[in-house]
């Protein structure tokens, strides 16, 4: 049984560019949750996608922004870089939200440098 | 692999001793609370969970307590492995309605062979 699986594992981007990060949750999860951890520090929560809509959001600008497909694989989608958005991009799957038991399992991340 | 303990408080203890690592909270609204470890180069991975109706709960090797008085909460590790060094993380969410997720600034533990 695969875990949840990011894409890609590294990734460099120049300032104003826009990138897309990609994440299979685990086999019978259907909520996807993205973060963002910078060099030194906890993850930062971005935002959950439940149901193919954003449920809950960080304190994240606009530019960040996400989609949930039927298969319940995400996307994240950050436009106009800036030097501060290099981080490690982690994505976490988890049942339902509401469930009596909640236990998120991350990714690996995708290592996003910007230049 | 990448170190994700950079700037980070580190705890120090020899192989086999107990190790304690502290957490302050910052939601008196939060009701479920977690513990992760994260090795250099990996997502944070799942310790154990404690709901705020509780005070203590323990796991194999690993010990967490609560106290919501003053929104303290910490992990015990007792004879402490090797592999048990690694970066922890606390967390906080609501378990309510959809989650989201807070962490504590971590805390780097390294275990002295």
């Known amino acids: 049984d695969a875990g949840v699986t990011q894409s890609p594992t590294h990734l460099i981007k120049t300032r104003g560019q826009q990138v897309t990060l990609r994440c299979s949750p685990k086999s019978g999860h259907d909520t996807v949750s993205w973060y963002q951890q910078a060099l030194g520090q906890g993850p930062q929560f971005i935002f959950q996608?439940?149901?193919?809509?954003?449920?809950q959001r960080g304190n994240f600008p606009d530019r960040f922004s996400g989609h949930q497909f039927p298969n319940y694989s995400s996307e994240l989608n950050v436009n106009a870089l800036l030097l501060g958005d290099s981080a490690l991009y982690l994505c976490?799957?988890?049942?339902?939200?509401?469930?009596?038991?909640?236990?998120?399992?991350f990714g690996p991340g995708t290592r996003l440098t910007v230049t | 692999g990448e170190s994700v303990g950079l700037h980070l408080p580190t705890l120090s203890v020899q192989e086999g001793d107990n190790s304690i690592i502290n957490c302050a909270y910052s939601?008196?609204?939060?009701?479920?609370f977690i513990w992760y470890k994260q090795e250099s180069g990996k997502g944070p991975q799942f310790i154990i969970d404690?709901?705020?109706?509780?005070d203590k709960r323990q796991g194999q090797r690993v010990t967490v307590l609560l106290n919501k008085t003053v929104k303290h909460l910490s992990l015990q590790i007792a004879a402490t492995q090797p592999g048990d060094s690694a970066v922890y993380f606390c967390a906080e969410t609501y378990s309510g309605g959809y989650q989201k997720v807070t962490f504590g600034t971590g805390t780097k533990l390294q275990v002295i062979p």
């Open positions: 976490a799957s988890s049942s339902a939200p509401g469930q009596e038991f909640y236990e998120q399992y």
């Open positions: 939601n008196s609204a939060s009701d479920y």
């Open positions: 996608y439940y149901e193919e809509e954003e449920r």
């Open positions: 404690i709901r705020s109706n509780m």
